[in-house]
C-alpha cells in the first residue's frame, strides 16, 4: 500500500511544475518577452542594409525570409507596418511561447517544426506546417523561418526552405539582425538577447531562386548557397555594430 502510494506521487507533477507549464504563464510569458523586445527597439537605433530594404526587395514580395535560430529575436522589426508576415515556430512548450510573443508583435504564426527525418514529418506538423507557408505565400503574405534544423548542428540550412522556395515560385531573402549590446545562451543554437540602449543593424543578402523543377542536386546546391549567405549575412551585421560574431 504505501509503495503504491510512493508511486502515485512519484508520477504527480509538483505544483511548481504544474504552475510552470500553465496557460496563464505561458501567456504571460510571452507578453512580457514581447514587451521586452519592444523596449529593446524604442531604446536602440536599427539601420538597414540597404538602407531601404523595401524599396529594393518590395518587387521581390511575397518571399520568403531566412535566418539562423538563435539569432531572429529582433526580427519582428524589420516588419514594415501593414505587412502580413506569417512566421513558422514549432509546436513544443517554448515554442507556444515564442508565438504568443510574435503574435504581440503583430506576427502571424505557423506552428509547425522542420523534421529530422522524413518518418517525422506527419509527427511534428512539419507537412501541415509547409503547406500552410506555400498556402500562404500563394495569398500574399511573407513568411519568415529558420534555416537550421531545430537541436542539430547550429547555422547548417536544412533542405525544407528550399523545398517551399520551389514548391511556391517565391524567392528566399538572407536576413542577420546583431545589435552592440547583447548576451548569448550556451545553447545548441548560441541564442543571442538583444539588450537595450544598442546599435542595431539588419543586413539582408542577395535573394536566392530555385526553380521549380529543381532535382536533388540542385536542391543541395541551393541548399549550400543558402547556407553561406546567411553566414556572410551574420558576419557583416556583426561587423557593422562592432562585435565578434557569435
Known amino acids: 500500500m504505501a509503495d503504491s502510494q510512493a508511486k502515485r506521487r512519484a508520477k504527480r507533477p509538483s505544483l511548481l511544475k504544474r504552475i510552470g507549464t500553465s496557460d496563464q504563464v505561458t501567456r504571460l510569458a510571452g507578453r512580457s518577452a514581447a514587451a521586452y523586445l519592444r523596449f529593446v527597439r524604442r531604446t536602440s537605433t536599427l539601420e538597414f542594409e540597404p538602407s531601404e530594404p523595401y524599396e529594393f526587395f518590395g518587387h521581390l514580395l511575397p518571399g520568403i525570409v531566412a535566418m539562423w535560430h538563435g539569432q531572429h529575436l529582433m526580427v519582428p522589426f524589420i516588419r514594415r507596418e501593414g505587412h502580413d508576415v506569417r512566421v513558422m515556430i514549432s509546436k513544443h512548450r517554448d515554442g507556444e511561447i515564442n508565438a504568443i510573443a510574435a503574435e504581440s508583435l503583430g506576427l502571424g504564426t505557423v506552428r509547425a517544426s522542420a523534421a529530422r527525418s522524413s518518418s517525422r514529418v506527419i509527427e511534428k506538423?512539419?507537412?501541415?506546417?509547409?503547406?500552410?507557408?506555400?498556402?500562404?505565400?500563394?495569398?500574399?503574405?511573407?513568411?519568415?523561418?529558420?534555416?537550421?534544423?531545430?537541436?542539430?548542428?547550429?547555422?547548417?540550412?536544412?533542405?525544407?526552405?528550399?523545398?517551399?522556395?520551389?514548391?511556391?515560385?517565391?524567392?528566399?531573402?538572407?536576413?542577420?539582425?546583431?545589435?552592440?549590446?547583447?548576451?548569448?545562451?550556451?545553447?545548441?543554437?548560441?541564442?543571442?538577447?538583444?539588450?537595450?540602449?544598442?546599435k542595431g543593424i539588419c543586413v539582408f543578402g542577395v535573394p536566392i531562386y530555385v526553380p521549380a523543377d529543381a532535382d536533388d542536386a540542385l536542391v543541395e546546391q541551393k541548399r549550400v548557397e543558402l547556407e553561406d549567405e546567411l553566414n556572410r549575412v551574420t558576419e557583416r551585421a556583426y561587423q557593422r555594430v562592432g562585435r565578434p560574431n557569435v
Open 125 to 198: 506538423g512539419g507537412l501541415r506546417g509547409f503547406l500552410e507557408m506555400k498556402a500562404a505565400l500563394a495569398q500574399g503574405a511573407t513568411v519568415a523561418m529558420t534555416a537550421d534544423l531545430s537541436n542539430q548542428r547550429s547555422r547548417r540550412a536544412g533542405p525544407g526552405i528550399i523545398k517551399l522556395a520551389r514548391a511556391s515560385g517565391r524567392p528566399i531573402v538572407p536576413v542577420a539582425v546583431a545589435t552592440s549590446r547583447h548576451f548569448v545562451i550556451k545553447n545548441w543554437d548560441r541564442t543571442t538577447v538583444n539588450l537595450p540602449f544598442s
